[in-house]
């Protein structure tokens, strides 16, 4: 399979997944060459930014854990979008190939422009780098499930997978797993306010090594319920740790090709609001971390 095919492969199955843009899939274009090294790893950067910030957000929107050993079941999605930067439309590739004069410009990444970018060289030939997919944001929805308490303590698990029907691709898959406890069950019952901690930990996979990601999050959370009428408004805010890196590798044409993105690391504060109309829940928050996302939510539970 040629870098170009794999490389489109990851752009295209990631835009499937995450409705990259709403119909980026139907917009991808024969435009995607082949890169290798650090090329590779600058195109699809914004890809991995992007699938950090948007794994890592919207984990905890609420600090209430029942603190009574009681049974609670909720099934909930995230939407959890970003806007791209202007300065994650481009970066800076050279030529590859053996082409000559060995050639610096800036460029479309994964998001950017999608007009190619021709170069010429000695004699006759050209260099062409690929444009990207004209996209500025990105979106991914997550289902999860809730389940609790015991001690204050409760579990979260994220799960979907995909068959893509392409033996190129392979399955897409994303599963995850944490543990949520109160802090403010130990506080005494004139606290004003509910605490609670969590770490949860996340892997997307694309195929057996096409892509895979691995994300860890840990933070505190601080939320107020207030009854209304038949409704309970609770605004939250957290304060996280989050933790992301991504590998993707590939055939070229000359060569095997394995990019490694190291761990990025993030702090994340987070201001949102809970809508709980009996066993309907609603939510909507902001973070502020080294990508800004916005999320919303909504669940069935008790």
Known sequence: MSARTRLLAIATCAAALCAFAGTAAAQVEDQV???????????LEPLSKAIGADL???VWTTAYIPEEDA???????????????????????????GFSPETTEEVPTVIGDGDAIIVQGNGSSS?????????????????QLR??????TEAMIRYFAVNTGDVDIGDISLYGFGVHHSISQYMGPDFPMELAAGVFYQKLQVGDDLMDATAYSFGVQASRRYPA????????????????????AYESDTESVDISYDTDTSVDFTVGLNL???????????????????????????
């Open 33 to 43: 060459s082949v890169y290798t090294g650090e090329n590779a790893k600058g195109y």
């Open 56 to 58: 890592t957000s919207a």
């Open 71 to 97: 049974f609670h079941l909720s099934f909930e999605t995230r939407v959890v979008g970003l806007i791209f930067g202007d300065d994650m439309r481009t970066f800076t590739a050279t030529t590859e190939g």
């Open 127 to 143: 260099f062409a780098f690929p444009g990207g997919f004209d996209v500025n944001s990105f979106t991914l929805a997550v289902p």
């Open 147 to 152: 389940i609790g308490s015991y001690k204050g």
């Open 229 to 248: 009428g038949f409704a309970i408004f609770e605004p939250y805010g957290s304060l996280a740790v989050d933790m992301f890196s991504m590998d993707v």
């Open 276 to 302: 709980h109309a009996a066993f309907f829940h609603l939510n909507g928050e902001y973070s502020i971390s080294g990508q800004n996302t916005f999320a919303f939510g909504f669940g069935l539970g008790f």
